[in-house]
């Protein structure tokens, strides 16, 4: 079935230095989207990515979805404290129907750790 | 407006036992999804449902299920609980069943369940 990897699965900053984290899945997909969760808390989605080689900005968050749409990087500019959390990528599979219609297949996360 | 509530918040069974997680959705979205969180993993699709109907189920066992009732709430339910099933169980609402924003996912704050 479909996987979606995430890599670095840790990253420790100081604060101000850059991030990016960088997801690929093992199929093409119809659209990808990014979460961020605190600790503790819940995945709070950021944005959604649906065409190829799309790039959008959220302030400091830089999001890019690959031109064969089965990769994607979000890039944080000067990161500060409130950066800090699992950042996650998901992505719905081009071809799913069935009983993947609904499916959302999750990355293992990034865990950012922002040192001030 | 109230967003995605769970019930309930945390909760402690033993192994054998049967448990039911209660979800409602953000007032005027017809989709829920549920998702299983384990410590340190990213969320895994279970089940997804759209105007009553199961849309989508991801690879679990027939232990689980779960329904939509008329007003667009959910249960989950899991019967002969394991050690395993220990976990964040996440509830997510979205607007619709196809494309564009409408599976973007608002999650509710989870229920945690302890299997001892």
């Known amino acids: 079935g479909q996987q979606v990897m995430q890599i670095p699965q840790y990253q420790h900053v100081q604060e101000g230095e850059d991030f990016t984290t960088y997801c690929n899945s093992s199929?093409?997909?119809?659209?990808i989207q990014w979460y961020k969760q605190r600790p503790g808390g819940h995945p709070v989605f950021l944005i959604q990515?649906?065409?190829?080689?799309e790039v959008k900005k959220q302030k400091r968050l830089t999001f890019q979805f690959g031109e064969a749409k089965k990769n994607s990087s979000l890039h944080i500019t000067a990161t500060q404290t409130t950066d800090v959390g699992t950042y996650f990528c998901?992505?719905?599979?081009?071809?799913?129907?069935?009983?993947?219609?609904?499916?959302?297949?999750f990355g293992q996360g990034t865990i950012l750790t922002v040192h001030p | 407006d109230a967003g995605v509530t769970q019930s309930p918040t945390h909760l402690i069974k033993t192994r054998g036992q049967h448990v039911t997680l209660r979800c409602s959705p953000i007032?005027?979205?017809?989709?829920v999804s549920w998702y299983q969180q384990v410590l340190g993993q990213g969320p895994q699709f279970i089940f997804q449902?759209?105007?009553?109907?199961?849309?989508g189920r991801g690879n679990f066992p027939d232990r689980f299920s779960a329904r939509q009732f008329p007003n667009y709430s959910s249960e989950l339910n899991v019967n002969a609980l394991l050690l395993g099933d220990s976990a964040l169980y996440l509830c997510?609402?979205?607007?619709?069943?196809?494309?564009?924003?409408?599976?973007?996912?608002?999650f509710g704050a989870g229920s945690r369940l302890t299997v001892l």
């Open positions: 997510a609402s979205s607007s619709g069943r196809n494309g564009g924003w409408a599976n973007v996912l608002t």
């Open positions: 199929t093409t997909l119809s659209n």
């Open positions: 990515l649906v065409k190829s080689g």
């Open positions: 998901a992505g719905k599979d081009s071809n799913a129907g069935g009983t993947s219609y609904g499916k959302l297949t």
């Open positions: 007032s005027g979205h017809k989709s």
């Open positions: 449902y759209y105007e009553k109907e199961e849309r």
